[in-house]
Antibody, heavy 112, light 109 residues
C-alpha cells in the first residue's frame, strides 16, 4: 500500500524549532520528490518547498528562506521538514506529498 | 508570489455540471502546462484530482476534467454528486516554485 505517514502533533513556544517527519512506504522512495504544504486554520494551502528524494536538491518558498530546511534519509525512506524561529502564524497543519500521495498531516501549534 | 485567483464559492444541483476557474499570469498558469487541481474534504488531506492541466490520476472519476486557456485554468465537474461537496484548490508551477489558488468551496444543493 502506497502511503506517506507523518509524525504526530507538536506544540511549540515562539522562537523554538519543529521537525516533522514523513515516512514513505509501498513505492521506491527515490522515484518522487517530496513537497511540503501547510494550511493555517480555516485558510488555504501554502506551498513551502520541495526536495528531490533522489539527490537531495531543494527548492524553498521565498518567504521561508532561512527558516526552513528539508532533508531526506533514503535508508529509512523518510523525509523531514524543520522550521525554525517559530511564530504564532506558523500554526498550521503541515502536509508532505509525493507523486499523487499525501500524508495525513501534522498539526503544529505555536503558543506561549 | 501572489496566489492564483479562484472564486470563493460555486454551487450546483446533483446531476448538473460546474466549472471552477483559476486565473494566474504568464509567469505561472499561462507559462507552463503544470496546473494541478486538488479536492479537500473537511479535516482531510488534499487529494490530487488533475495534474498537468488535464490528466487524471488512476482512480479519479472521469466526471472531473481540466483545461487551460491563456492564463486561466478550469476544472469542470460533470454529473455533480453529493460527495463532490468539498474545497477545491488549483496549483501551478512557476519558475522553480509552486503557487496555490485561494480555494473554492463547492456546495451541492
Amino acid at each position: 500500500q502506497v502511503q506517506l505517514v507523518q509524525s504526530g502533533a507538536e506544540v511549540k513556544k515562539p522562537g523554538a524549532s519543529v521537525k516533522v517527519s514523513c515516512k514513505a512506504s509501498g513505492y521506491t522512495f527515490t522515484s518522487y520528490g517530496i513537497s511540503w504544504v501547510r494550511q493555517a486554520p480555516g485558510q488555504g494551502l501554502e506551498w513551502m518547498g520541495w526536495i528531490s528524494a533522489y539527490n537531495g536538491n531543494t527548492n524553498y518558498a521565498q518567504k521561508l528562506q532561512g527558516r526552513v530546511t528539508m532533508t531526506t534519509d533514503t535508508s529509512t525512506s523518510t523525509a523531514y521538514m524543520e522550521l525554525r524561529s517559530l511564530r504564532s502564524d506558523d500554526t498550521a497543519v503541515y502536509y508532505c506529498a509525493g507523486g499523487d500521495i499525501w500524508g495525513q498531516g501534522t498539526m503544529v501549534t505555536v503558543s506561549s | 508570489q501572489s496566489a492564483l485567483t479562484q472564486p470563493a464559492s460555486v454551487s450546483g444541483s446533483p446531476g448538473q455540471s460546474i466549472t471552477i476557474s483559476c486565473t494566474g499570469t504568464s509567469s505561472d498558469v499561462g507559462g507552463y502546462n503544470y496546473v494541478s487541481w486538488y479536492q479537500q474534504h473537511p479535516g482531510k488531506a488534499p487529494k490530487l484530482m488533475i495534474y498537468e492541466v488535464s490528466n487524471r490520476p488512476s482512480g479519479v472519476s472521469n466526471r472531473f476534467s481540466g483545461s487551460k486557456s491563456g492564463n486561466t485554468a478550469s476544472l469542470t465537474i460533470s454529473g455533480l454528486q453529493a460527495e463532490d461537496e468539498a474545497d477545491y484548490y488549483c496549483s501551478s508551477y512557476t519558475s522553480s516554485s509552486r503557487v496555490f489558488g485561494g480555494g473554492t468551496k463547492l456546495t451541492v444543493l
